[in-house]
Nanobody, 124 residues
């Protein structure tokens, strides 16, 4: 079992930045690829970014490339999502997730564990 707790969400103006953190506890964190997803009411939960267990391979959804950066610190059992140049359309609940995989995966179905989510609201 892996428990995931997100933090760092909040209200920010358009153009601003936020850094989300996801702290993991339980089984060995470095065995898991990690992902960040987001969801708005009535819509699917979509991939934002993902990172391999080593941190050497990353994936970003097209609309996040150049603005968001995913990283991880296996010594601290934590994965991060640095979000810059935020837009109102980035408003969502952001979830981190862990997958028993070596490479990053974009499919929700591949993720075994999920956090409770953290709200990000970007005002115009």
């Amino acid at each position: 079992q892996v428990q995931l707790v997100e933090s760092g969400g909040g209200l920010v103006q358009a153009g601003g930045s936020l850094r989300l953190s996801c702290a993991a506890s339980g089984r060995s964190f470095s065995n898991y690829a990690m992902g960040w997803f987001r969801q708005t009411p009535g819509k699917e939960r979509d991939i934002v970014a993902a990172i391999s267990w080593s941190g050497r391979t990353t994936y970003y959804a097209d609309s996040m490339k150049g603005r968001f950066t995913i990283s991880r610190d296996n010594a601290k059992n934590t994965v991060y999502l640095q979000m810059n140049s935020l837009k109102p359309e980035d408003t969502a609940v952001y979830y981190c997730a862990a997958a028993t995989a070596v490479v990053p995966t974009t499919k929700k179905e591949d993720y075994d564990y999920w956090g409770q989510g953290t709200q990000v609201t970007v005002s115009s």
